[in-house]
């Protein structure tokens, strides 16, 4: 991994990033018989010609080639996009200003064409133009323009991958983001897990943490800076707080228990959690800024896992209060424990859809693994999305539409790694990491 | 034979039957076969009778960990951890005999102090696990302490499942990976 200081990552996400969205010319939003209805399991993929963007400088041919194959594969991994082979195209633009030959498009049977130009404003200022072409309807669905440093041109792919994604979708897109993760390396008997970050496809992964090599189940503040997990610093399991941005590390609160299974409230002001106390783990919540602590459960089982739902009324949570765990649901202030989840098996780690309608978790029966979700309203409608011997944790995507897990193989030899799988139960594929990882948390749109 | 004399014998073969091919032809002239004499009867020779030798098994050599040691109390206990049923927390028979070597132990040593930490199998999930662990590692202290140790001596931690002492995914393996690890700090003088 690079050894990149927190510092100038910091940097670089944080505070580089100049981004103008400048639309050069958004048409009258009459191309609804494009739009493709993601709802269903088995929408068929959209046919996207991505030529290589145009550049006129010798300095960014190379981004200007990187960044048609990002967006391409960006939109490949969806799902709902089948970006046709750039050997198929006939035409070839020389400037994206004008309009491009319809029937060249036609002919190879793509929906739309994305077309970008890379201008190299500066030794350290990229410009970065594209446009959206319905080719059916003969007409520019989007166009945006971008600026940022040179070694910053992923996230002006990303971005344009969420605006096209957006366009045909309806739906806001979940490409310029990060996942947080812990990288594991070493046999199982003797395993190091340590704080990785990422972006979404697998770029840019390093380390964020030196010599932590117990930390599990890091999350995402909703602003995508702040980050908390799982560490044994002290010797036993405690909560932490990092700030991506500035480097600053915090332990929370100064409990001489333990603490685990954090999350941050939808506001960001709010940490729920749960603490340890005569063995028995109840739900907590610590109001950040007064770093006062409300105990919301009582209970004599074990009460972990909680989730916030969206709008930070409710929280989903593991109890198993009822002899096996099992999915509870309460409100924010401890009121009105109501059990949801009624199958046959165990019931764990839930985490609420940013929709608010769903709720995904773990099901283990059978001696087998599985992520699924249910009503949060009911219970309802459970589905279940993934089997194997250990699926667990799901995370879910800032659209609510994608969710990734950690799926661990069997055995001595068995080693972690992180999988997405979309609502709908279909495109499960293994996401790129550098290694063994496991405990994903996906950020936020960044900003 | 190895390969090297193989090849000596054969080399040497080939020079006789080449010697034998280049030689002049001669006429051979036998001479009869000698009259063969009678062969002695062999002269058996009797050993001397076997001595009897004196066979005594040779205790082993007390070589067992100093006392007050961590390894002592492994040693004296019998088993630093005590294992556990799929998703419970309650202890065994053998489990309290354990734990009641180690109480009398955590006695003679009484300036000692205790790491337990709780472990769960992989067959479930990472913070419900943690919370398992967390657990067992406190009936353990509940246990310990109802024995006359001191709570003040005793710390717990849980691990969930992220401490296996046996890396298989079968039962045996389980097992053993869902237990309570004593583990002794040694203080002053003991």
């Not at chain 1, 580089?16 to 639309?23: E, G, I, R, S, Y």
């Not at chain 1, 991994?77 to 029937?103: C, H, M, W």
């Not at chain 1, 080693?415 to 495109?427: C, E, K, M, P, Q």
């Not at chain 2, 001669?26 to 030798?53: G, K, S, W």
């Amino acid at each position: 991994m690079a050894q990149k200081t927190l510092k100038d990552w910091g940097r670089k996400w944080g505070y580089v990033v100049v981004v103008l969205f400048a639309v050069i010319n958004l048409s009258s939003p009459a191309f609804a018989q494009l739009e493709i209805d993601i709802t269903k399991g088995n929408a068929k993929a959209t046919p996207v010609a991505i030529p290589d963007f145009l550049s006129a400088h010798p300095q960014t041919n190379q981004i200007a080639r990187d960044m048609a194959k990002v967006i391409s594969d960006d939109l490949e991994r969806s799902g709902l996009f089948d970006v046709l082979d750039q050997a198929l195209y006939i035409e070839k633009q020389t400037d994206i200003n004008y309009q491009p030959r319809f029937s060249d498009w036609r002919l190879i049977n793509a929906r739309v064409l994305v077309s970008g130009r890379v201008v190299r404003e500066s030794a350290d200022r990229l410009k970065v133009e594209f446009r959206l072409w319905d080719i059916y309807g003969g007409k520019q669905l989007d166009g945006l323009r971008f600026a940022t440093t040179p070694d910053n041109w992923r996230r002006i792919a990303h971005k344009i991958s969420d605006a096209i994604y957006k366009r045909i979708t309806g739906e806001g897109g979940y490409f310029d983001t990060r996942i947080v993760y812990i990288a594991e390396n070493g046999p199982k008997v003797n395993r190091r897990k340590r704080l990785a970050i990422m972006d979404q496809d697998g770029a840019n992964s390093q380390y964020l943490l030196a010599g932590a090599d117990l930390v599990l189940t890091p999350r995402f503040s909703p602003s995508a800076q702040k980050i908390t997990y799982l560490s044994w610093e002290t010797g036993v399991s405690q909560v932490y707080l990092l700030d991506i941005e500035t480097g600053r590390r915090e332990l929370l609160g100064n409990f001489p228990n333990m603490t685990l299974a954090p999350r941050f409230s939808p506001d960001g002001k709010k940490l729920i959690f749960s603490m340890v106390k005569k063995g028995n783990s109840d739900v907590y919540v610590m109001d950040l800024t007064s770093k006062s602590t409300q105990r919301l459960t009582t209970n004599s089982g074990i009460d972990i896992s909680p989730s916030f739902s969206p709008d930070g009324k409710r929280i989903v949570f593991t109890s198993d209060r009822g002899g096996s765990p099992q999915l509870y649901i309460m409100a924010a202030n401890g009121a009105n424990v109501k059990r949801i989840s009624f199958g046959k098996g165990r019931y764990t780690a839930p985490n609420w859809s940013p929709r608010g309608d769903l709720i995904a978790f773990t099901k283990s029966t059978k001696g087998r693994f599985h992520i699924g979700v249910l009503n949060a309203k009911d219970g309802k409608g459970e589905r279940l999305l993934t089997d194997s011997y250990l699926d667990e944790g799901p995370t879910w995507s800032p659209n609510g539409r994608v969710i990734l897990f950690t799926r661990e193989t069997r055995g001595a030899q068995g080693r972690s790694a992180v999988w997405s799988v979309d609502l709908t139960g279909a495109n499960l594929r293994k996401v790129a990491t550098p290694g063994s990882a496991s405990d994903p948390a996906w950020s936020p749109i960044l900003p | 034979m190895n390969r090297k004399m193989k090849f000596a014998v054969i080399s040497m073969m080939v020079v006789a039957v080449s010697a034998c091919a280049s030689a002049p032809k001669e006429i051979v002239q036998q001479e009869p076969e000698p009259v063969q004499e009678q062969i002695p009867a062999p002269v058996v020779t009797v050993p001397a009778p076997v001595a009897p030798v004196e066979q005594v098994i040779v205790q082993a050599a007390p070589t067992g960990p100093a006392a007050g040691s961590a390894d002592h109390f492994k040693y004296v206990s019998g088993e630093d951890r005590v294992y556990f049923a799929y998703n419970s927390y309650d202890l065994s028979t053998t489990a309290r005999d354990t734990l009641r070597r180690q109480a009398q132990w955590l006695g003679n040593y009484s300036t000692s102090i205790l790491v337990i930490g709780g472990n769960a199998d992989e067959r479930g999930t990472r913070e419900y696990n943690l919370a398992l662990g967390a657990r067992r590692a406190d009936s353990v202290k509940a246990f310990l302490v109802s024995q006359g140790v001191a709570p003040a001596r005793i710390t717990t931690v849980s691990y969930g499942k992220e401490r296996p002492i046996d890396g298989g995914s079968n039962e045996s393996s389980w097992a053993l990976n869902r237990n309570a690890h004593s583990a002794v700090l040694v203080g002053g003088e003991g």
